[in-house]
């Protein structure tokens, strides 16, 4: 898109904007620097909640075998990581073809044969520090980044997680890529006593 790349420009070349994959050499050291990214990103959210040691722990040790470098990125400002996206291979069209949901004896098999097959790309999540979010072009610069290394490795097609609908610059981003809204969630509340 050629709006995304002209405002992907101008955050590397005028904003000092640069974006590097993970490190899975230093796994657990990024995992540190996503969760810091993440909680300050997130802290004005409705229904925010930090995560804790423990959660990102688990959740990095659940996601390690299946992350995809490519598909992990920071973005930098004076050396400083400021943002990250994390995108995941849909295992969604590997799991469905599992009948009876069980990896022993045989789902195994599908699993390691259709994980090659898969041609989309879910990001799980996308974060930029409160200081950096509207400005520079962080954000597009990342969706565009995840969707030049998904091309290249071979995706044809990929969904976003939740995004809240009061958050207008992802939303605007998203658009200007040329995303549509697939899918809406809402929450409802009552009182039970």
């Avoid at 207008?168 to 890529?177: D, H």
């Amino acid at each position: 898109n050629p709006r995304i790349e002209k405002i992907s420009r101008i955050a590397r070349e005028k904003e000092g904007v640069s974006v590097r994959p993970i490190n899975m050499k230093k796994f657990w050291q990024e995992v540190e620097i996503i969760k810091t990214i993440y909680n300050d990103a997130w802290s004005r959210n409705w229904g925010f909640v930090p995560l804790t040691d423990a959660e990102i722990d688990h959740l990095a040790h659940d996601l390690k075998p299946v992350v995809d470098p490519e598909l992990v990125l920071f973005a930098m400002v004076e050396g400083k990581e400021v943002a990250f996206a994390l995108a995941l291979p849909d295992y969604n069209q590997v799991l469905i073809r599992i009948k009876n949901g069980r990896l022993l004896p045989f789902g195994i098999f599908k699993l390691l044969y259709y994980s090659r097959k898969i041609d989309a790309a879910r990001v799980f999540t996308l974060g930029v520090m409160q200081k950096y979010q509207k400005s520079r072009g962080i954000g597009p610069l990342l969706y565009q980044e995840l969707f030049t290394r998904g091309t290249k490795i071979g995706y044809s097609w990929g969904e976003f997680s939740w995004i809240l609908e009061t958050n207008k610059l992802m939303n605007a981003a998203i658009q200007i890529l040329g995303g549509k809204v697939h899918k809406r969630y809402r929450i409802y509340e009552k009182v039970l006593l």
